[in-house]
Nanobody, 119 residues
Framework: QVQLVESGGGLVQAGGSLRLSCAAS????????VGWFRQAPGNEREFVAA??????RIYYADSVKGRFTMSRDNARVYLQMNSLKPEDTAVYYC??????????????WGQGTQVTVSS
């Protein structure tokens, strides 16, 4: 079992930046691939980015490519979000599981952190 906790969300103006953090307890995140997903009100949960640390691969959704960067250190996984747009407003979740852009391939989820981008 692994428990995930996201932090770093907040309110930012369009064009601004935020850095989300995902911390794990129970088992190290290096055991799993980690994905970031987001869900806006009335929408399905959608893929943002995924990282496979064993293979050194990181994959981004087209909507965030060039603006968001996923990274990690020994304890956490990060999502650096630059040039934010109002359409990036959503609850952001980190998840641990198999390297994929499909949410069903992730077994463990955090509680989410709200990101709001004002125009």
């Amino acid at each position: 079992q692994v428990q995930l906790v996201e932090s770093g969300g907040g309110l930012v103006q369009a064009g601004g930046s935020l850095r989300l953090s995902c911390a794990a307890s129970g088992r190290t995140l290096t055991t799993y691939s980690v994905g970031w997903f987001r869900q806006a009100p009335g929408n399905e949960r959608e893929f943002v980015a995924a990282g496979s640390w064993s293979g050194g691969r990181i994959y981004y959704a087209d909507s965030v490519k060039g603006r968001f960067t996923m990274s990690r250190d020994n304890a956490r996984v990060y999502l650096q979000m630059n040039s934010l747009k109002p359409e990036d407003t959503a609850v952001y979740y980190c998840a641990a599981g198999s390297y994929s852009d499909i949410k069903e391939n992730y077994n463990y989820w955090g509680q989410g952190t709200q990101v709001t981008v004002s125009s």
